[in-house]
């Protein structure tokens, strides 16, 4: 995918990628070694099918190679096989009406506006994506100035704030330019993955076409150092308000302690928890799905013991291209006209007589 060492800085600026000398960024099997744990067997055909990235930032802060950190970037043998082999179950390509655009609900779009990551996610829902060309937009501009219901424009990837500030400004303006779109939003790994990237200059730039709102991406609490405070901080304090959308993922935040670290160190970073994702049924990733009743069940032990502002919605996106649904643990006990009977977050009943 990118050529050795030395070109890849050409490399990167020739598709107008943000360049940072001091990152270092691994991209072959061998240069992991090093990890405590890991073990280089058999891996070579999964990342010939996925590619691997991580960078020096994300490799600091993986303990061993199987700690919830080293799982999610680490890959593994169990990525090939999986007995689903669909890499586009949410049909994105199927409602793409022009490239690099995907229109799934009536005010706002997807612009995927950059190919590359800070970190290769082995749970990534848009795996065929990465790597695969830096995209034109020109007919994706088209398409949303033709659009007056298109209210608000999301910028995804791969990962936007790899690009350039140069080249992402150049993007914002031409959004910009088009008056029906009220909202930007931007989401993004690159706070909990490349928080160096985030600098005083990009806040100030993001800053210039409020109202953006960035969501950015955190799986563990161990991802919210000082680095990505200070990143998240900078955001903030451009007046940009943050979300954080987090996927599910067994054996890294799928237990209750994990999530209530999780949502309470965010909190402190001035990041609100937006959504928590089901896994997707992307091919390659069956080891990391936890079963729906055990989600909601941890959604419902969340509610009520945490501050509300620390509570995502619990999502999954319907197969085919059907959009997020949230799901909610059942609090309505039973139903009769008059009389509702409700359970509270300790289990205890209610009736609630004014419907
Ligand atoms: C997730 C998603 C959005 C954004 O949905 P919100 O619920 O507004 O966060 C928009 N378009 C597509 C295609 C999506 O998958």
Request: a positive charge; proline letters at 8%; glycine letters at 6%.
């Amino acid at each position: 995918m990118v050529a050795p060492n030395k070109s890849k800085a050409a490399y990167r600026d020739s598709l107008g990628l943000y360049i940072n000398a001091k990152t270092k960024w691994f991209e072959s099997l061998e240069e992991l070694e090093r990890l405590p744990g890991f073990r280089n067997e058999g891996l070579k055909p999964v990342v010939d099918r996925f590619a691997l990235r991580i960078n020096s930032y994300y490799l600091d802060l993986i303990r061993e190679a199987g700690d919830p950190l080293g799982r999610q970037v680490i890959p593994d043998r169990r990525e090939l096989d999986d007995p689903v082999f669909d890499l586009d179950p949410l049909n994105e390509e199927g409602q793409s009406p022009v490239p690099s655009l995907v229109h799934r609900y009536p005010d706002r779009v997807l612009l995927l506006v950059s190919d590359s990551c800070a970190v290769h996610c082995r749970f990534c829902m848009r795996r065929r994506k990465v790597a695969a060309g830096q995209p034109d937009l020109e007919p994706a501009f088209a398409y949303i100035a033709e659009r007056r219901k298109v209210r608000e424009v999301i910028l995804s990837g791969g990962d936007p704030l790899m690009l350039s500030d140069a080249r992402l400004e150049i993007i914002l303006s031409r959004l910009r330019q088009i008056k029906h779109v009220e909202l930007i939003r931007i989401h993004s790994r690159v706070p909990s993955a490349w928080p160096s990237r985030i600098t005083p200059e990009l806040a100030r730039m993001l800053a210039s076409f409020h109202p953006l709102f960035l969501v950015a991406h955190f799986n563990h609490p161990r991802e919210i150092t000082s680095f990505s405070a200070r990143a998240c901080g900078l955001l903030a304090d451009a007046g940009i308000p943050l979300g954080c959308q987090s996927v599910l993922l067994a054996g890294v935040n799928d237990d209750y302690q994990t999530q209530v670290d999780l949502l309470t160190s965010l909190l402190r970073i001035r990041v609100r928890p937006y959504y928590l994702h089901q896994l997707d049924p992307i091919s390659g990733t069956a080891h990391f799905r936890v079963p729906l009743a055990q989600a909601l069940d941890l959604m419902s032990r969340l509610r009520g013991n945490l501050t509300g502002l620390a509570i995502p919605q619990l999502m999954i996106d319907l197969p085919g291209g059907g959009g997020k649904v949230p799901l909610v643990p059942e609090y309505v006990v039973s139903r009769k006209p008059g009389l509702w009977k409700i359970r509270n977050f300790k289990g205890q009943v209610f009736d609630y007589p004014w419907v």
